[in-house]
């Protein structure tokens, strides 16, 4: 019972009820002195849960070195390691590859929650009427589905860049690793206080919390708003972080056109990250504030302007997708030479895609707002600035057709998630351009096409390169390797069903099915069409239960993964696993290009005392 | 203990500027009245902020080589410090720009009603305590910890001044309340974000004083100091912008 006690998870969440309290209760002693009815649920929720997440972090551990820095005390280089084997994921760490372990953790959590979700209420829609839903359950599901999953996302990705970026550019550990521990530790109370919206009356608006309905919506939307933010710092802090490892850690002899491909994606990702995730935190805080303080941003009869919140908004939430998938793409770049056995395709090109990505994503938010009522000059500009994405994602799968082509293709579980990723994102690059080009997308907008065009391209951007990825370097992180009967087994439930879900999801969405609507008329005849989905649906969740089992089978009775499992050039692979604590013994240097496979004699990394 | 002609020039340098930053605040007050021409006084913005970016918080010392190619070295890990500051700051930029975005969307060409001597006060207050503040890293930067001492205790008092002015007199004799019409909430949105910052700008600021006062800095490791210096600088930077786009900009409401 005390070493339960013990650990920094539980010691967090106890420090944050505490504090949820105490700003409950502070904010009712306020009201009460200054003369107000002392109990007023909102100001007292949103305060309460504010401080809770700030007690969380105090509580866990997460920032004891900046306290005592503060006070002028020296700190060692890493917090007292007093919890030995699995005891280390549940406290605060400042070991990258910890950190790296306990994002994923999170994420899968998340993402089986955000699952969940939508398994409840696709079932609801899989027969007309409403059969076990009232309409703001569905509504809090729905919305809490999409931003849920988009957290669960934002932290996959935060894993692989948190585990990856330092080992494949032979750095001992992040270039701040408190910064990094605080990073995940905020993500944990954001998510609790983002799934708390339902309970505290839930919300109405879809993830993006347009107001004005966002103003009166209940309670819920305030954690929604506040979860979100506090995951913002996350974002923030992460992208930060990566930048700063990536300028200033690189081995010697890793000039920017020999970083791996990945870390040039996380580059990108972190630039956005960085810098537009403000964006979204200011206007959610700003119809906050609103709710709170009667600040009329958005509210037209105080002369406020809705439109302004949703170019806000998507500054940030356009970009936003290019974070999810652009670490996607970069690990299929970076995994598919390995089972090709060739070197990438046109590498320069790859790398700088990326950024090319990144920087034209910035340009583009207007074409969310078609609909909107903006300025109508401004619909032309933002079409022709959507549709120039095309040019540098079409680099990348040109690269990636360049590098399968004529290839020694082996067919191991993270290549056929490679691939599916590949034919799947193919699919959501396709039925983009009808949404950017404003003609089409006036008749698109708002329907299950957009569905299913945004689910094809989170599949093949992120949660089919994130499998495969995870297939690929478990044995580095566990120094097991996943089961490859059990992973073939996911992979042919998740796929097929996968483009089954989406090529319903469009084909209801042409024939007029809207999206975020609990009900629709049986006059439509998409009953038939929601059953296929819904089916689906499940078989991808079952699909998520095959690989938990897998997780626990191999852990659990899986033979030791040794050595150099999949023959790859890239340095992690060249040591022990799983990876000794401070990474390399030997530091090493770059001496070649990192993805000439099946040249004889090229070599792209020398460890120190090699010849 | 003689002043070396480093030390000397450097603070030459920073009254300089100092005098130049405040002729040209009482440039924007005049033309604001004057002329009325938001083009001119965004000019004089740009320039203010080119100023402290280049000679109060050393944008250059992120572009200079490394001395030491070990990682794990003190110079090194210093400016790697360096640009993770700089980054947070680039991200932070990006919210006082949001704000300025949402303003000038709502109330484009007008301003909301506001008291012009309390405007220009708070503003040269912030002004002199960022003079102060560049002294202090000056003399730390050369061993002089009385004088470094003296310029945080300064800093310190200046900012709180600030806070005090904005929060506890602005706000309480302005003619409009945060939920009065949409010049109010962004007036308060824009001052109550940036006065947030000067907060931790003041929190940085004592906890800098306090390991001072212990000596705990030397010329060679000062990074706390030198943090604590372009912080403040920063928002002084976002005040610049802000302060003719709540309080000269346009006409009143």
Not at chain 1, 40 to 65: I, Q
Not at chain 1, 227 to 238: H, N
Not at chain 1, 491 to 505: D, G, Y
Request: aromatic fraction near 16%.
């Amino acid at each position: 019972m005390k070493k339960f006690f013990a650990l920094g998870l539980v010691r967090g969440l106890s420090w944050e009820i505490i504090g949820t309290a105490l700003g409950i209760g502070f904010v009712t002693l306020v009201r009460l002195l200054i003369g107000l009815p002392a109990w007023k649920a909102e100001p007292a929720v949103v305060f309460g849960a504010l401080l809770g997440a700030l007690f969380f972090l105090v509580g866990v551990g997460a920032v004891d070195d900046w306290f005592k820095w503060a006070v002028g005390r020296e700190t060692g280089e890493h917090f007292d390691d007093s919890h030995p084997g699995w005891r280390r994921y549940f406290g605060a760490s400042l070991d990258h590859k910890v950190i790296g372990i306990q994002y994923l953790v999170l994420s899968l959590i998340l993402m089986s929650v955000g699952g969940l979700f939508a398994l409840i209420f696709r079932t609801e829609l899989a027969e007309v009427q409403m059969q076990f839903l009232t309409l703001n359950q569905y509504n809090t599901l729905m919305s809490l589905h999409g931003m849920v999953m988009i957290v669960s996302i934002l932290l996959g990705i935060a894993a692989y860049m948190n585990y990856l970026v330092p080992l494949l550019i032979g750095a001992r550990d992040m270039a701040f690793p408190r910064l990094n521990a605080f990073s995940f530790w905020i993500a944990v109370p954001a998510g609790l206080i983002l799934l708390s919206s339902l309970f505290l009356g839930g919300f109405d608006t879809g993830w993006t919390g347009y107001p004005p309905l966002s103003a009166r919506a209940p309670l819920g939307m305030q954690m929604f708003f506040l979860g979100v933010s506090l995951a913002g710092f996350s974002s923030i802090f992460g992208g930060l972080n990566i930048l700063a490892t990536v300028i200033r850690l690189r081995a010697p002899g890793m000039t920017p056109f020999k970083m791996p491909i990945f870390v040039w994606a996380a580059l990108a990702t972190s630039l956005i990250s960085l810098t537009a995730t403000q964006l979204i935190g200011l206007s959610f805080q700003m119809v906050m504030l609103q709710r709170l303080f009667g600040m009329g941003f958005f509210d037209p009869a105080k002369g406020g302007n809705p439109v302004l919140f949703q170019h806000l908004f998507w500054f940030y939430s356009h970009p936003a997708v290019y974070v999810f998938v652009l670490p996607g793409l970069g690990l299929i770049s970076e995994l598919l030479p390995v089972f090709v056995r060739k070197p990438l395709f046109g590498y320069r090109w790859v790398a700088m895609s990326s950024l090319g990505i990144a920087l034209v994503g910035f340009l583009v938010w207007g074409h969310h707002m078609f609909t909107s009522g903006m300025a109508e000059y401004l619909r032309v500009p933002f079409m022709y600035s959507t549709l120039l994405v095309a040019v540098p994602t079409g680099v990348k799968f040109f690269s990636w057709v360049g590098t399968v082509w004529r290839g020694k293709i082996t067919f191991e579980t993270p290549m056929l998630f490679l691939l599916a990723s590949i034919v799947v994102f193919l699919l959501g690059g396709l039925t983009g351009p009808p949404n950017a080009t404003v003609s089409t997308d006036l008749h698109l907008h708002d329907t299950y096409y957009i569905v299913g065009h945004f689910h094809d391209t989170m599949f093949g951007g992120y949660i089919f390169p994130f499998f495969a990825a995870l297939y690929f370097w478990f044995p580095k992180m566990t120094g097991k390797r996943l089961n490859e009967r059990l992973g073939q087994l996911q992979f042919w439930l998740i796929t097929p069903s996968f483009v089954v879900l989406s090529l319903w999801m469009m084909r209801v969405g042409l024939l007029g099915m809207r999206r975020r609507i609990a009900d629709y008329d049986a006059a439509l005849g998409f009953e038939a069409s929601h059953l296929v989905m819904t089916v689906a649906g499940f078989l991808i969740g079952l699909s998520l239960i095959v690989f938990f089992i897998n997780v626990w089978y191999s852990l659990k009775k899986g033979p030791p993964a040794i050595g150099n499992l999949w023959n790859s050039r890239s340095p992690e692979w060249q040591v022990a696993s799983p990876m000794p604590v401070h990474n390399y013994d030997q530091p090493f240097e770059v001496v070649g290009e990192p993805y000439d496979y099946g040249l004889p004699g090229s070599q792209y990394i020398r460890f120190k005392g090699e010849k | 203990m003689p002043a070396s002609p480093e030390k000397s020039s450097a603070l030459r340098m920073g009254l300089l500027i100092f005098l130049g930053l405040a002729v040209l605040t009482a440039l924007e007050f005049a033309m604001a009245i004057l002329l009325a021409f938001w083009q001119l006084l965004l000019l004089v913005s740009l320039f203010k902020a080119g100023l402290v970016l280049y000679y109060y918080m050393h944008v250059s010392r992120l572009f200079e080589a490394d001395q030491d190619a070990d990682h794990e070295s003190y110079a090194y890990r210093l400016a790697t410090n360096r640009i993770g500051l700089w980054l947070f700051l680039v991200s932070d930029a990006f919210i006082f720009g949001g704000l300025l975005i949402s303003r000038i969307n709502l109330l484009g060409l007008t301003r909301p009603e506001l008291n012009q001597v309390l405007g220009l006060s708070v503003t040269s207050v912030l002004l002199i305590s960022s003079f102060f503040m560049n002294r202090a890293e000056t003399a730390m930067a050369h061993g002089d910890r009385r004088q470094f001492i003296r310029g945080i205790g300064v800093t310190l008092f200046l900012g709180m001044l600030f806070l005090a002015g904005v929060v506890g007199v602005e706000w309480q004799i302005a003619a409009f309340g945060p939920g009065d019409g949409v010049a109010g909430a962004i007036f308060y949105a824009m001052t109550g974000f940036h006065a947030f910052h000067v907060l931790t700008g003041v929190i940085f600021l004592m906890v800098v004083l306090r390991n001072g006062l212990r000596g705990r800095y030397s010329v060679e490791k000062h990074w706390a100091v030198e943090a604590c210096a372009v912080y403040w600088h920063f928002v002084d930077v976002v005040w610049i912008f802000f302060y003719p786009a709540l309080y000269l900009i346009g006409t009143v409401l």
